[in-house]
């Protein structure tokens, strides 16, 4: 599989938590993790320029496949939190990595994956080659 350095092709949301985040003991709910991991992913997309408007026009869906997170503390009403996400894995899927961070304190809260599969959307078929048209995307992460 193709492996990007860490850190190399990555980017990051600031973002902090409101009180409808939060469960019923006060902490950010479990599933909220998720709508961070998104917003993160599409920052990084936005900068390779293949976020889901280019994906459509390209003639491929990027559909998630597998998903992990590992919570280590929890996140609570008003921490300023810090998202990173890292692609780290081009061929024949996408794996972007996860990091989720306190943005005063650099304590990490959270961190976990997601694994993309390339779909033909005219087909409905997984491409088991990554598409010449994303590898043109990621420019400078391949050099």
């Known amino acids: 599989m193709g492996h990007l350095s860490m850190g190399y092709c990555s980017a990051h949301i600031i973002t902090e938590v409101q009180f409808y985040d939060l469960d019923p003991m006060e902490i950010m709910w479990h599933g909220n993790y998720v709508k961070l991991f998104e917003e993160a992913r599409c920052a990084l997309l936005d900068d390779i320029n293949y976020n889901y ?8 869906a990027w559909p998630v496949v597998d998903m992990r997170l590992k919570y280590v503390r929890p996140a ?8 990173t996400a890292t692609l780290t894995e ?16 650099g304590e990490k809260l959270t961190t976990g994956y997601t694994i ?8 409905g078929e997984m491409l088991f080659e990554t598409p010449h048209c994303f590898r043109e995307k990621l420019g400078e ?3």
């Open 53 to 60: 408007p280019q994906m459509k026009a390209s003639g491929f």
């Open 116 to 123: 993309m599969a390339c779909v033909a959307i005219e087909t």
């Open 76 to 83: 609570v009403f008003g921490k300023k939190l810090k998202v």
């Open 90 to 105: 081009y061929e024949n899927r996408m794996k972007i990595t996860y990091v989720i961070q306190d943005h005063n304190t």
């Open 141 to 143: 992460c391949l050099v």
